[in-house]
């Protein structure tokens, strides 16, 4: 009987095990993840979940019961030790596994600085449900809080810890917000809504050393020689592929375990998927993303792949995160984007920002306007949007105004 085991319990993993049953495969299924916790929910630790007094079964993705009557096995803290591709045997924490396919949905980890002073108590990192506790526990006596990093992860953190009435401030070695992952007009119209809450941006700031002589945080030292004064720290700098230690058993690793456009790697048996993959994409270019849209898209065609059914087409890239009481959505690809177009006025605190290449829509990042969101992934999707020269003109009316003006 084929055996499929997967390697990670997060969203990735867990949507493949029943991804797999919903698509008629029923063989053995094993779920293995080193946590100890049923898998969870990442997306809310940064957002309702950490101003709130919910326990970690607020963040349940599937329980038990629901592993049980999908006739998965789920075991918890159980690590992968070894791959044997040859004999086609996993070795784990709790024993060895025999598969027919195995799927890699490890995830990421926290890029770390190395700063003197990171050991100190009030220091956090957050990314496992373990971090996100110890950071609400501290959040709930700390005076004044530092972000490092003014990613997504970072400002939604600034923004939650505002939220508690708290003094935030927010150190960005980049000149501007959210610098490779959003345009410069909503970067500055991010800045301002954080701005109105009471954070403070230090831009164009490195972060040198965390200083604590009581052993406990107290200031920051940038590299202009200026100190920001802080009793709890959140460093929010990225996200590295967890894996690396692939390529011991013969499998290729660089910024990712590095998969074909069908998320294979070179051992056929063997699938990396979400945020632990770097994949071949539609223009040949080998890319990895840090998305729950991602890791679902993946699952998808993954399961489809190994249930023998069609396989759907990628999906297009999205992300969505939650800040400053703006719901942000983005779908496509920024890092394509040469030119920009504004859709709708940005006194209504609903429009979009639209990103193309060659006159061609690549991107688009939409503010408080899920319907535009909605719009850029079917015209994306479908490769259906007006030229650049098209829409420029009657931009101003908004996006879903315009494309139904030129219908
Ligand atoms: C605080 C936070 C907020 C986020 N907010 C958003 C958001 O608003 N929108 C969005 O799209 N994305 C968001 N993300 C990103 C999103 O959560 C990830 O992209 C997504 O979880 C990736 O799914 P995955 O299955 O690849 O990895 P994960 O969900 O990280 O799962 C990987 C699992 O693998 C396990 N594992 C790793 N190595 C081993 C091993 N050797 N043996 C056994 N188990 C192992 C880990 O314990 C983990 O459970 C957020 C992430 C964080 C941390």
Redesign the pocket.
């Known amino acids: 009987m084929n055996s499929i085991i997967i ?9 493949v095990a029943f991804g797999l049953r919903e698509r008629g495969y029923t063989g053995p299924i094993t779920v ?4 100890s916790f049923v ?9 309702s979940w950490i101003n709130g007094s919910g326990g970690p079964e607020e963040l349940t993705l599937r329980g038990h019961e629901a592993f049980a009557s999908a006739n998965i096995d789920l075991m918890l803290e ?4 070894c791959i044997d591709r040859e004999r086609k045997v996993v070795e ?2 709790k024993g060895n596994l025999t598969y027919s396919t195995l799927v890699l ?4 980890s ?1 890029r770390q600085l190395r700063l003197s002073g990171s050991a100190l108590a009030g220091m956090h990192h ?3 449900l373990e971090q ?1 506790s110890a950071l609400r526990d501290d959040l709930a006596c700390a005076t004044s809080v530092g972000v490092i990093g003014a990613g ?2 970072g400002l ?2 600034a923004s939650s810890a505002a939220k508690r009435g708290l003094p935030v401030t927010v150190m960005e070695t980049a000149g501007r917000a959210m610098p490779r992952t959003a345009s410069e007009f909503t970067s500055a119209y991010m800045r301002n809504r954080h701005e109105a809450n009471g954070t403070t941006f230090r831009f164009n700031a490195t972060v040198q050393e965390v200083i604590g002589p009581s052993g406990r945080v107290e200031r920051i030292k940038l590299s202009d020689g200026s100190y920001v004064e802080a009793d709890l720290v959140v460093q929010g700098v990225g ?1 590295i592929a ?2 690396s ?1 692939i390529s011991d058993f013969g499998l290729d690793f660089d910024n990712g375990i590095l998969v074909d456009s069908t998320l294979r790697t070179k051992d056929t048996a063997i699938f990396a ?5 770097r994949f071949v994409d539609d223009e040949g270019g080998a890319t990895r ?7 679902a898209d ?2 998808r065609r993954v399961s489809a792949t190994i249930a023998g059914t069609p396989v759907p087409a990628p999906d297009v890239p ?5 800040q400053a009481g703006v719901r942000l959505q983005m779908a496509g690809r920024i890092d394509r984007v040469e030119e920009w177009l504004l859709t709708g006025a940005v006194e209504s605190n609903a429009f979009s920002v639209l990103g193309w290449r060659n006159g061609k829509l690549m991107y688009g990042e939409s503010i408080n306007s899920p319907s535009d969101h909605v719009t850029i992934r079917k015209l994306l999707a479908e490769n259906t949007a007006p030229t650049l020269s098209v829409l420029r003109p009657i931009a101003e009316m908004g996006l879903k105004a315009a494309i139904k003006s030129l219908a």
């Not at 159980?78 to 030790?81: K, P, S, V």
């Not at 949905?105 to 990421?108: K, P, Y």
């Open positions: 390697i990670g319990a997060g969203h990735g993993g867990v949507d293995l993840d080193k946590s898998p969870y929910e990442r997306p809310p630790m940064s957002k159980c690590e992968l030790l784990t924490s949905a490890l995830g990421s926290p957050l990314h496992t996100a997504f992860i939604e953190l996200a967890n894996g230690w998927i979400g945020d632990c993959a993303l840090e998305s729950i849209g991602n890791a993946h699952a999205w992300f969505w995160t939650q």
